[in-house]
């Protein structure tokens, strides 16, 4: 009985540690990759503003155009 007790305990621990590593790695890739987004996108942002009119950009001022990049999120 204690053999059986002792077995059950091991896998429930080994179930519980596999889950843990697992769970963790969507958060570390998620935030590799908001980070390397970041890092391309440079100081001011992925939008490219063109012309004067009546658009806002993403810098606050108004413009004619404003080009947005691709993003995969």
């Known amino acids: ?3 059986a007790i ?3 305990t091991t896998v429930i621990v080994m179930v519980v540690v596999v889950w843990e590593k ?3 790695k969507a958060v570390e890739s998620k935030l590799l990759l908001d980070n390397v ?3 391309a996108a ?3 942002g992925r939008d490219t503003c063109l012309g004067s009119g009546n658009v806002t ?3 606050g001022e108004k413009v004619e155009y404003v080009l ?3 993003s995969l999120d």
């Open 37 to 39: 987004e970041a890092l």
């Open 22 to 24: 697992t769970s963790g």
């Open 42 to 44: 440079g100081e001011f």
């Open 1 to 3: 009985m204690k053999k």
């Open 6 to 8: 002792m077995l059950f």
């Open 57 to 59: 950009c993403s810098t």
């Open 68 to 70: 947005t990049f691709f």
